[in-house]
């Protein structure tokens, strides 16, 4: 407790790991992670589903031993206390499906010693309905509120815009950046690589491992792509496919992360298909599939 009339001083780092794994037997779901989070950032931690952040999440929380390694939340082990300045939003959202709107409030509020916020209108016309009865996107709103209630130091947000439209996707990540211009450090995990650009920083995981850090732009660095244009673009994707190379759609455009233009050209030449080959910027996702198809290292 900060005693009465004191100043209390945030620490530099909110959030820390330093170099956790967790097994389960012989199976690795999280392998020397090194990480961090500061007051006001918006952490990004991108990787495909079972790619170990949901894991990475539950150690950093305190809610799941590590297997090896040290972390900190707010300057110390995360105990009970320190999760009282902790707002978390699950994959499963946290929310009593048989309470209604506002009895789920008034729970969560009085747990944190907080008077329930107020509700926005689009809460206020459903308060008395059972959330289980709710669309996902409301369900994902409230989460959102409850989570903030206590204006907490730190957020934790586990894919929280997955399943949600356009629309609510752009409202959740407004109130993302407007935690973080408080000086709230924001931890959120996606496998929604455009969500990328939203992000003041991003950790890639892949297979266990924290592969990449940095701007979208450093993690990209010089990786290219190259593009396919063709109307038979479903045989290039499956010739491309075939020939062990990382192929992905965007459009009708088959797209190579990390390939040689004039190597795709040979194998669609082989295989008889004509098509308009160039090389073109790489994206994040793009990045992502050329480092998680990368050898481990010694």
Same mark, same amino acid.
């Given at each position: 407790?900060?005693?009465?009339?004191?100043?209390?001083?945030?620490?530099?780092?909110?959030?820390?790991?330093?170099?956790?794994?967790?097994?389960?037997?012989?199976?690795?779901?999280v392998?020397?992670?090194?990480?961090?989070?500061?007051?006001?950032?918006?952490?990004?931690?991108?990787?495909?589903?079972?790619?170990?952040?949901?894991t990475?999440?539950?150690?950093?929380?305190?809610?799941?031993?590590?297997?090896?390694?040290d972390?900190?939340?707010?300057?110390?082990?995360?105990?009970?206390?320190?999760?009282?300045?902790?707002?978390?939003v699950?994959?499963?959202?946290?929310?009593?499906?048989?309470?209604?709107?506002?009895?789920?409030?008034?729970?969560?509020?009085?747990?944190?010693?907080?008077?329930?916020?107020?509700?926005?209108?689009?809460?206020?016309?459903?308060?008395?309905?059972?959330?289980?009865?709710?669309p996902?996107?409301?369900?994902?709103?409230?989460?959102?509120?409850?989570?903030?209630?206590?204006?907490?130091?730190?957020?934790?947000l586990?894919?929280?815009?997955?399943?949600?439209?356009?629309?609510?996707?752009?409202?959740?990540?407004?109130?993302?950046?407007?935690?973080?211009?408080?000086?709230?450090?924001?931890?959120?995990?996606?496998?929604?690589?455009?969500e990328?650009?939203?992000?003041?920083?991003?950790?890639?995981?892949?297979?266990?491992?924290?592969?990449?850090? @940095?701007?979208? /732009? *450093?993690?990209?660095?010089?990786?290219? &792509?190259? =593009?396919?244009? $063709?109307? #038979?673009?479903?045989?290039?994707?499956?010739?491309?496919?075939?020939?062990?190379?990382?192929?992905?759609?965007?459009?009708?455009?088959?797209?190579?992360? @990390?390939?040689? /233009? *004039?190597?795709?050209?040979?194998?669609? &030449?082989? =295989?008889?298909? $004509?098509? #308009?080959?160039?090389?073109?910027?790489?994206?994040?996702?793009?990045?992502?599939?050329?480092?998680?198809?990368?050898?481990?290292?010694?």
């Open positions: 407790m900060t005693p009465e009339g004191a100043v209390e001083v945030q620490p530099a780092v909110l959030l820390r790991a330093d170099r956790v794994s967790r097994r389960f037997g012989a199976f690795t779901a392998e020397d992670v090194t990480m961090r989070v500061g007051p006001g950032e918006v952490v990004g931690l991108l990787g495909a589903n079972g790619a170990g952040k949901t990475l999440i539950r150690m950093l929380l305190g809610l799941l031993a590590m297997t090896v390694g972390v900190e939340l707010l300057g110390g082990p995360p105990d009970r206390e320190l999760r009282r300045r902790l707002g978390y699950p994959q499963g959202l946290g929310l009593y499906r048989d309470l209604t709107v506002r009895e789920n409030l008034a729970f969560t509020s009085q747990a944190y010693g907080a008077a329930p916020p107020d509700l926005p209108e689009s809460l206020r016309q459903v308060a008395d309905r059972l959330v289980a009865e709710l996902l996107g409301l369900q994902r709103q409230l989460a959102f509120l409850a989570a903030l209630a206590h204006d907490p130091q730190v957020l934790v586990d894919e929280p815009t997955s399943g949600v439209d356009a629309l609510a996707r752009a409202a959740l990540w407004d109130t993302i950046h407007e935690q973080a211009e408080k000086g709230v450090g924001v931890l959120v995990t996606t496998h929604n690589m455009a990328a650009e939203q992000c003041d920083r991003l950790l890639l995981m892949s297979q266990a491992r924290l592969v990449a850090q @940095g701007s979208e /732009a *450093d993690i990209i660095g010089s990786t290219t &792509a190259v =593009a396919v244009r $063709t109307n #038979d673009w479903a045989r290039a994707f499956a010739v491309l496919n075939e020939a062990g190379q990382p192929v992905m759609l965007a459009g009708r455009d088959v797209r190579v992360a @990390g390939a040689d /233009a *004039d190597q795709v050209r040979t194998v669609l &030449a082989h =295989a008889g298909v $004509t098509a #308009d080959v160039v090389g073109v910027p790489a994206t994040i996702e793009e990045r992502m599939m050329v480092l998680a198809r990368a050898p481990e290292g010694p």
